[in-house]
């Protein structure tokens, strides 16, 4: 049965107590996380580019292409973050549940802030995609280490 994710979130809060998780342990996750962001970043943006360009639905490009590279870049990003970033030994299909609880989330209100930024506010895209890339990244590391990969299931650093 799936966790409801409140418990697991507080669940993953204890493990960051017991597991003498500190600031330092912190920081070089999140820098090997940056590392990996910018892999997966060029993985997205090349797929956000070819979508906006051939503009499949003929309505909102932007809009369109920031959702469907998002959806792909989702799993790619997955098993970067589970193999390199959190070393975790996580059950792959719990981990990819949860990844996509906090990918979902944020996705949603991020491909909310892509369109209100492009065709409300009249942002180019690809400024706006650069602002979004950067707005939602510390939330969905904190996301993934929380619930995705929860510090219990790491292999030795």
């Keep these: 049965m799936i966790e409801n994710p409140k418990d697991r979130a507080l669940r993953a809060r204890d493990g960051l107590k017991s597991a003498n998780?500190?600031?330092k342990r912190m920081m070089r996750e999140y820098v090997r996380y940056l590392?990996?962001?910018?892999f997966n970043a060029i993985f997205f943006w090349t797929f956000y580019e070819m979508i906006y360009w051939l503009d499949p639905l003929n309505i909102y490009p932007?809009?369109?292409a920031w959702a469907i590279a998002y959806?792909?870049?989702s799993f790619e990003a997955h098993y970067l973050h589970r193999r390199f970033t959190f070393k975790s030994k996580a059950?792959?299909?719990e981990s990819l549940y949860w990844a996509f609880v906090v990918y979902g989330s944020i996705g949603v209100l991020s491909t909310i802030s892509e369109h209100l930024l492009v065709y409300v506010f009249d942002v180019h895209h690809r400024l706006a995609w650069a602002l979004n890339m950067c707005a939602f990244g510390f939330m969905m590391f904190l996301?993934?280490?929380?619930?995705?990969?929860?510090?219990e299931m790491d292999s030795s650093e």
Excluded: E, M, N, S
Aim: glycine share 12%; aromatic share 12%.
């Design 21 to 23: 998780y500190d600031i």
């Design 35 to 38: 590392g990996i962001a910018v």
């Design 62 to 64: 932007a809009t369109v």
């Design 71 to 73: 959806i792909i870049g």
């Design 91 to 93: 059950d792959y299909k």
């Design 143 to 151: 996301g993934l280490r929380l619930l995705a990969f929860p510090p």
